[in-house]
């Protein structure tokens, strides 16, 4: 089986080739295929997700698969299965792959000992948030034609963040220079990144902010957010000093007026929206992976 659970130990070459396999399906997406014919796709949600869960369902749906949404708040985890039992569950009833998003941190990695079919991580707690950093590479790739020598400036909540993660391991393969901004008590302490001041951070190539996730925080952990905005937002002031190259990256939802101002969400250097649109052909190629 073909699960990806992150890109930490996925070869440079493998990543790449996911890539490029994203760019055939961005060529060839308007339309339904049949290479999933017969096969069950089940999205397994047991955190919210509006992007994630909806690009899987299209990927799935353009390859042609049959496609069953478990949502925890309607199912039996709210008389008590574990999670466990619930994949287990639908292992049992057929599905070929299952796409699972799961709030504690770990379980995702022994499940995967457990269950037989390919599972694709769609957010594992802060650890790892594959297919986002997987289209986020795409979205870079594509606008810059190469990652290699890129500085990509990762701003904001670190700690609580799967995608700076994610990010992190695959844009080194890539040769690209990674460094992170964040109020001291967001910093991740495990990660060997070197930390920037907000000016500095400002001169890359990338300018990706992070969403400050308040449902992770301990109390006390934002003071408020207009302090927020003021010391770590980009504001209107702060991305005219980007350089004209340079593009603003959001793994969205976005908190806009806190890391972001409402007006820099469209703004013709930001990539929030085409990030979005470039799940679809990256989940595709993912799955099409899986079943490979
Ligand atoms: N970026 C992302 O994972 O968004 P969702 O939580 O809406 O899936």
């Given at each position: 089986?073909?699960?990806?659970?992150?890109?930490?130990?996925?070869?440079?070459?493998?990543?790449?080739?996911?890539?490029?396999?994203?760019?055939?399906?961005?060529?060839?997406?308007?339309?339904?295929?049949?290479?999933?014919?017969?096969?069950?796709?089940?999205?397994?949600?047991?955190?919210?997700?509006?992007?994630?869960?909806?690009?899987?369902?299209?990927?799935?749906?353009?390859?042609?698969?049959?496609?069953?949404?478990?949502?925890?708040?309607?199912?039996s985890v709210q008389k008590g299965e574990?999670?466990?039992?619930?994949?287990?569950?639908?292992?049992?009833?057929?599905?070929?792959?299952?796409?699972?998003?799961?709030?504690?941190?770990?379980v995702l990695a022994e499940l995967a000992?457990?269950?037989?079919?390919?599972?694709i991580n769609a957010g594992d707690g802060?650890?790892?948030?594959?297919?986002?950093?997987?289209?986020?590479?795409?979205?870079?790739?594509?606008?810059?034609?190469?990652?290699?020598?890129?500085?990509?400036?990762?701003?904001?909540?670190?700690?609580?963040?799967?995608?700076?993660?994610?990010?992190?391991?695959?844009?080194?393969?890539?040769?690209?220079?990674?460094?992170?901004?964040?109020?001291?008590?967001?910093?991740?302490?495990?990660?060997?990144?070197?930390?920037?001041?907000?000016?500095?951070?400002?001169?890359?190539?990338?300018?990706?902010?992070?969403?400050?996730?308040?449902?992770?925080?301990?109390?006390?952990?934002?003071?408020?957010?207009?302090?927020?905005?003021?010391?770590?937002?980009?504001?209107?002031?702060?991305?005219?000093?980007?350089?004209?190259?340079?593009?603003?990256?959001?793994?969205?939802?976005?908190?806009?007026?806190?890391?972001?101002?409402?007006?820099?969400?469209?703004?013709?250097?930001?990539?929030?929206?085409?990030?979005?649109?470039?799940?679809?052909?990256?989940?595709?190629?993912?799955?099409?992976?899986?079943?490979?």
């Amino acid at each position: 089986q073909r699960s990806l659970l992150g890109l930490k130990d996925l070869s440079k070459e493998e990543i790449e080739a996911i890539l490029d396999r994203a760019a055939y399906w961005e060529q060839h997406s308007s339309k339904v295929h049949n290479v999933m014919q017969g096969k069950f796709a089940a999205n397994m949600f047991f955190e919210n997700s509006t992007r994630t869960r909806f690009s899987f369902e299209v990927a799935e749906k353009r390859l042609g698969a049959e496609v069953l949404n478990f949502s925890a708040a309607v199912s039996s985890v709210q008389k008590g299965e574990s999670i466990y039992d619930t994949v287990r569950t639908l292992e049992s009833m057929g599905i070929d792959v299952g796409i699972i998003r799961l709030k504690p941190i770990g379980v995702l990695a022994e499940l995967a000992t457990k269950i037989q079919v390919p599972l694709i991580n769609a957010g594992d707690g802060n650890n790892e948030h594959p297919t986002q950093a997987l289209l986020d590479l795409y979205t870079m790739r594509k606008h810059f034609g190469n990652l290699n020598g890129l500085t990509v400036s990762i701003i904001g909540d670190v700690l609580h963040s799967r995608v700076a993660r994610s990010n992190l391991w695959a844009l080194r393969k890539f040769g690209a220079k990674v460094q992170f901004c964040s109020p001291g008590n967001l910093k991740a302490p495990e990660l060997d990144v070197p930390y920037v001041t907000m000016d500095e951070a400002l001169k890359a190539d990338v300018v990706m902010m992070l969403r400050v996730q308040l449902e992770r925080h301990e109390s006390g952990m934002l003071n408020s957010a207009e302090a927020y905005r003021e010391q770590f937002g980009l504001t209107v002031e702060r991305a005219s000093k980007l350089g004209e190259h340079a593009i603003i990256m959001h793994p969205a939802p976005i908190n806009r007026g806190v890391e972001i101002d409402d007006e820099l969400v469209e703004h013709p250097q930001s990539r929030i929206f085409p990030q979005m649109a470039n799940g679809v052909p990256i989940r595709m190629a993912v799955i099409e992976r899986a079943l490979s």
